[in-house]
């Protein structure tokens, strides 16, 4: 049975949405409305709420073999982040491509509580562990305009693209990005009133359940966490309370089912103890928090 909608007798904007909004539809691809437009406003390079008051045009067909090209690699897998090139994310776009992960909507979750622990803060000191395009650390430091971030990730192409979108939004001169493995690139004197993270997570017994756009596309570096999903917490939470201040604070984005044995791993560090875990906007636990015990100097 063919399920491709039929095409119409001529193709105006309007047209080529509802076609490819009900072929995606019938691909099983979800925000099939929504992607349709993500991509025609990328090949018309006009805003996506332009599309309405421009419903009756036709494009080209110069135009309309490149939103074929994009349709067709979107139904063979391709994520339209990167199709289109970038991703927004807490009221900014970032460009994004195969070397980085593209940034969830979850993700803000752990922003929004970054930049209320840092509201009262003067010039504080922020680390980013795998920043990836940079989301995390170019957010915080876009909102928070005296902040100092440190960004590291293992990937010198993920590091190329995070530094491109920190010029973008012209935050580079406030973030020091180090290429290394999580707090290794660090001088052994830093301290954070801040340490944030976005780790790989992903269990191994998962990866073959994972949507083909994820598994195929998108960097194995930054989803793999180990046989059990847990490889990257151990490390951090190993290491991560001699490089925070007293009083510092530690968020940790997870994965939904992983709540339980991320703040076991964080409660067993004496230096830390271990806060509220943080639900996303789809009510699933998010985000795990901790902060180090002030020393005995300071609590006096």
Sequence with gaps: ???TPQPPTTWTIAALL????EFF????????????E???AHVLKCKRIELIARFQEQPTEAERAHYRELIQRRVAGWPVAYLIGSREFYLLSFDVDPRVLIPRPDTETLVLEALNRLKPLTAPEVLDLGTGSGCIAISIAHQKKDARVTATDLSPDALEVAQHNAAKHQVAERITFLQGD?????????RFDLIVSNPPYVAG???????????????????????????????????VARFLKPGGSVLLEIGSTQETAVRALLAAIPELEVGPTLKDMGGHPRVVTAQKKPTAANAS
């Design 1 to 3: 049975m063919n399920t």
């Design 18 to 21: 509802k076609w490819t909004s």
């Design 25 to 36: 539809q019938s691909k099983g691809i979800e925000s099939a409305k929504r992607e349709a």
């Design 38 to 40: 993500l991509l025609l």
């Design 182 to 190: 999580l707090l290794a690139p660090l001088a052994p004197e830093s």
């Design 205 to 239: 017994s998962e990866w073959a359940s994972l949507a083909p756009e994820i598994r195929d596309h998108e960097p194995r570096l930054a989803l793999d966490g180990g046989p059990d999903g847990l490889a990257f917490y151990r490390r951090i939470a190993q290491d």
